[in-house]
């Protein structure tokens, strides 16, 4: 009987220990296989069940004993400021199991990985169990925070005004921010944008601004601060410290089959912008066969992530869904892409790439409080492509980047290769598909684009379409125009000729814009 009453008695003190603890929230880190409350050791061994403390979960411990010390002996005095698993494997099979992490774990996650202690195969498997299982979108959100405050913040405050900023998903053609950044400046916005650089069949930016001679895609944050002071605009680089956390995963990701993850794509993408410091945020998410977004549901699910972490960080962030059916505009590779951006910028250029970036800029002049509405940013706009002033904002930010504004001023200078090569149609009808991802292929096997970021890129070669979804084309007319250094391999011509199928039936031109979401 006194064995019995005895057993009750302890199980009622550890269930008052158990419903204690569940309110403390203090930090714990195993090192060794020992304990510890931030420097202090413990000797007691807790089993973890589920959620760890934080304020926002409760805790429940299997078992719970105390040798030496009871456990309120060892929390007395102690500053206790938040939680963390024994072990990584723990966090793995919490999540394999479709646990839901908070932010203590989650910055435990992310600052293992990026110190080191994490090694690469636990990292994978715990990518992998969130390919699976996925993540809320406020554990998406928190995992945005902490990879943002992995590195350096960018502090734009003391740049007057709004801060806008843009990003794309990637695509084929894709010149948008040599457009939008100038016509958007003309305006009175506040561009101040870091871009990257292109990978596989993706054009980057800081890769077609290096095509012209002398621009500098490296300045300190004091000048890139000053010069949107002064002009309203300019493009750099990304800081190597801004975002490590990203780099890493992102490294890590690319060779363990877990890069299609929305989760993870939004929370990459959205930690760099976080940490650029601008105050709106637009997205230009692209879907089709050029995109990493096959379908239009998946472009919409990961803008859709995107806005939602946005308004979690309080940040004004929309987003465009567009097509990346076929390229956009006409050109592909860097020095031809930019010469179509200049003929933009002067009024002229292609349908597509015109529209795309009256739209978008209109709604990133609506988000900065400059126009009430877009219609009127529009208009305004286009006024500033029509009277000159769009331009001369790109080749002032040329010029305060160290760019030779002669190339913006004369397109001709710019470097042409020694094989010009003009392919024609096999087939009379009209133009029904345009596989942009084949295209951006040929243009990288060309040599202007690069399969590792370590490669150099070719800024001259590239390919110029003359045709495009919905046209018609005549046996022997002009398809495009191939800048090459050499003749074309059979190969690479099959290659060319496969990524169009023409038709005899008559063919709609595409949606460029299928919504702007916010």
Known sequence: MKSKIKRIVIGILISILVLCAGFICYDRITINNQYYIGEKELDIPIFVYHNIVSDESEIAYDYMQTTKKTFEEQLTGLQTVGYHFINYNDLIEYKKNNGEFNHQQIQFIIDGYVEGSIPDYQMSALLMAICFQGLTLKETALLTKVMEESGDIIDLSKIEGVKVDKHSTGGVGDKTSLVLGPIVAACGGKMAKMSGRGLGHTGGTLDKLESIPGYQINIS??????????????????SASLVPADKKLYALRDVTGTVSCIPLIASSIMSKKLASGADTILLDVKYGNGAFMQTIEEAKELAQTMISIGKHCHKNTRATISSMSQPLGNAIGNSLEVIEAIETLKGNGPEDLRELCLNEGSEMLVQANLYPNKKEAYQALQEVMDNGKAL??????????????????????FEKPSAIIELTSKKTGYIQALEAKKLGIVSMKLGGGRMTKEEDIDHAVGLVLNKKIGDHVDIGE???????????????????????AIVDEFVEKPILIEEFMK
């Open 221 to 238: 944050e004091e000048d890139f601060i000053n010069q949107v002071n002064e002009i309203g605009l300019a493009i750099i680089g990304q």
């Open 392 to 413: 001369e904002k790109f080749k002032e930010m040329v010029k305060a980047q160290g760019g030779d504004v002669s190339y913006i001023e004369n397109t001709e200078l």
């Open 478 to 500: 002009k398809l495009l125009t191939v800048y090459a250094r050499d003749d074309l391999s059979p190969e690479l011509l099959d290659e060319i000729y496969q990524s169009y």
